[in-house]
């Protein structure tokens, strides 16, 4: 037990060596602002290929490849060719960090919503099934792996759906 305790407080003071204290907020810094949902984000539909910006979660199914682009949707490329995968959709859903499929049903979340699509046609998708405030709000934390100053989010403008790099003044949020 001794030696566990000892154990944990050496960890514990190794990680608070990791960051160093705020000391003093500056005037004016570069750090994130919150990108809030605008619009109808409740519509979904398909779209012609984009490319990758940010990576999230991969699906495979029936030679298909189900690539989560994060908070923005699902780029659907056609691997029937491994050699030659071809970029043929993307199933526009803001705030989408998740999906499964089963059968010809792709779930996802768009925002704290949980839909239901009908992806039998990927080029054409339609909304079988809405269930409203499932989730928790998503897109309120900051991208992994961010330490620095932030603009702190406002719940009064509604749902984030992403963050940008900004100049901020005299920031009062920061990890």
């Not at 949902?37 to 699906?59: D, F």
């Amino acid at each position: 037990m001794r030696r566990a305790y000892f154990i944990f407080v050496l960890f514990a003071v190794s990680l608070s060596a990791c960051y160093e204290p705020l000391t003093e907020i500056p005037e004016e810094t570069v750090g994130l602002a919150p990108v809030y949902a605008e619009g109808e984000w409740q519509t979904i539909e398909s779209g012609p290929p984009q490319g990758i910006v940010e990576l999230n979660k991969i699906y495979y199914k029936d030679s298909l490849i189900f690539v989560g682009e994060a908070q923005r949707g699902i780029h659907v490329i056609d691997n029937r060719d491994p050699a030659q995968p071809e970029p043929i959709a993307f199933i526009s859903i803001t705030g989408n960090s998740d999906i499964a499929i089963k059968g010809n049903v792709l779930f996802a979340n768009n925002l704290s919503d949980l839909v239901a699509l009908d992806i039998s046609d990927v080029r054409n998708v339609s909304v079988i099934s809405r269930t409203p405030g499932v989730f928790p709000a998503s897109g309120l934390e900051l991208p992994a792996g961010y330490t620095g100053f932030f603009e702190c989010p406002d719940p009064n403008m509604g749902s984030i759906v992403g963050w940008s790099e900004k100049n901020l003044i005299r920031p009062e949020c920061w990890r």
